[in-house]
């Protein structure tokens, strides 16, 4: 009887251990862009100059795809450009800092999906191809973006 | 790409099998939508050889198709795999339902041809299988989920069932039928370009079910561990390596662990072609079956 | 009652009614010349109208019912008006005292179109 007890204690204590762990590390994932270490990247884009080339050809990609365009009618392309080349700077470590609001309220009243989310992505890829950015460095700009699915995507 | 005839013939296809069902759909729209092709290209992995999705030899936590969470996907698969004295082949249909549910079939042919001779059951002597496999996503996304550490985890069985009820009995098999339950756990590591997928899976088959299921060595389920690394060379290929570890149920034959390695191209959302060399080991005492392994999945 | 008191309680009455009707001829006067305020909705990210027509003096109230920020500008020769962006929910009010038709823009969303009347 004692020996079972401890058993099913050490094993309660193991579960709930497990169970902060884990608590832990969700409480701690958040819903921001990661952000990049250094600057590494950001010059690897082509710095500011680089990355709203990027951002203009992907615009452009965006307003006539079928999938989204829609979605980005009616607003003003200078600022979205601007906002977009502001954000990309920042989270690839450039010197840039983008004022606006948090990516849950910015994108919620379009009612994205994941369809369109993708067809963002893609849009943004083909734009790297275009510019000549190698493919490596492509994934590493998208793989901060990709945690922003979560807040984005509210359909 | 989008509206390619290819990919609206098999929607009609399978529009005609979901109304058979039922199901109304108010429009064609209603089509566009639940049939979006909206998962990143290579996302669904392609068909492993027990017709679930994944690599080449191991069942992937990805759930096949292009359907995002929204939406269902849908593809068939032909294999062909010739090795130093045998042919393996398989064929299969796959759904993947708002990245969440994987059904599959597969059919597979283990052709003796020569060998067949030799081991005294005639030259082409070919043992058939049938797999049913289900696979559900538990937690995470392989793909969004780069800001977290834990992986994109599924559960899947599938079950097997050989026709060769009295040859694998005779070969010291327990059953010809049997079912294999796996947990994956799969990880895009876009960083660095890099897909990670560990795989354990408790089975009693020998080589895959083909010489049946359990043995005269060990008739127990043992866990066996499987796992591939897949490093993305464009948005189109794909270089892997995969390993299989494998039961040895059967004291006729020794069975070792499996291995290949991959290219795979992903033409579009619709058409992917998978090469291979896999290293399958000895099977039925004939040693060291290597081969070239030729894979196209079609779908959407 | 003494006469003094009664010459009080008149005099009080007398002056009392004076001053009522002082303050009530100032209180018509001044519900006669009172300002008017007209509500419009941003919404959809459009307004949910797309002219109105007010007095000189009277108040347009931009209220943002959407989902999105929102922000006001019209740029005119007699009345120019430039707004901070507006979040869901804010209001942006707008006086218009000159007499004149005014197009309203948003320089968030750029279709976004309202032309007042102002008379």
Redesign the interface.
Known sequence: MHRISSFTRLRGMRSACVGLLVAGFLAVASSHAAKADDDSLYRALGEKDGIAKIVSISVDKWLVDERIKDDVDNINLDRFRSRLTDQFCEITGGPCHYPGRDMYAAHKGLHLNTAKFNALTEDLYDAMDEVGVPFDVQNRLVALLAAMQRDVVTQ | M?HSPFRAGLRSAVCAAVLSFGWAPASSAWADDLF??????ATGGVSQIEGAGGGGLVPWALITGYG????IGVNAHYTYDQLSDFSLNTGGVAIGLF?RVELSYARQAFNTQDAGAALGLGEGYTFHQDILGAKVKVIGDA????????PQVSVGAQYKSNDRHDLVKALGATDDWGVDFYVAASKLY????LLLNATVRATKANQYGILGFGGDKNDDYRPEFEGSAAY????QVALGVEYRMKPDNLSFAKEDDAGDVFVAYFLNKNVSLTAAYTMLGDIATFKDQNGFYLSLQAGF | MTRRSTRFLARFWREGLVAGAVFATVLTGSLAMAKSFHDVSQKGRAFNMKTLAVEKGDTVRFNNDDEFIHQIFIESKAFNFDSAESNPGDVIPVEFTTAGVYEVHCHIHPKMLLTVTVN
Do not use: H
């Open positions: 989008r979006d092709s909206g998962k990143l290209l995002t969470d929204n939406g990245d793909v969004y989920d780069q800001d977290r550490w834990w876009l960083a660095q370009s993305l060379l464009s948005r």
